[in-house]
């Protein structure tokens, strides 16, 4: 079984700062790439980030110069910095991570369960 954790939602003003993390816990061997998506209301997820294993990154280009992803390989982890909110950014973001779980030949997709970020203009 494998689970990924996120925190650090919430609301803020625009032109405020948030860090999302996110956890990778259970039966894992190893983890290629990682990385966040969100998904507005009436709107289809989205990729914010993503990060392969090592430290190669991409963005979307509504949020690059202001959102940072990281990772730790060592403690299946993965974080979003973001800066200079906007009204926009507001949504659910979702971890993603692309998970071989151990005594398995193969790859999958696993989502951690989403958390609200909500910025007010």
């Not at 005594?103 to 609200?116: C, E, K, L, M, N």
Request: hydrophobic share 35%; charged share 20%; net charge neutral.
């Amino acid at each position: 079984q494998v689970q990924l954790v996120e925190s650090g939602g919430g609301l803020v003003q625009a032109g405020g700062s948030l860090r999302l993390s996110c956890a990778a816990s259970g039966s894992i061997r190893s983890i290629e790439a990682m990385g966040w998506y969100r998904q507005a209301p009436g709107k289809s997820r989205e990729l914010v980030a993503a990060i392969t294993t090592d430290s190669s990154a991409n963005y979307a280009d509504s949020v690059k110069d202001r959102f940072t992803i990281s990772r730790d390989n060592a403690k299946n982890t993965v974080a979003l910095q973001m800066n200079s909110l906007e009204p926009e950014d507001t949504a659910v973001y979702y971890c993603h991570a692309n998970i071989r779980r151990t005594f398995s030949h193969t790859y999958a997709d696993y989502w951690g369960q989403g958390t609200q970020v909500t910025v007010s203009s």
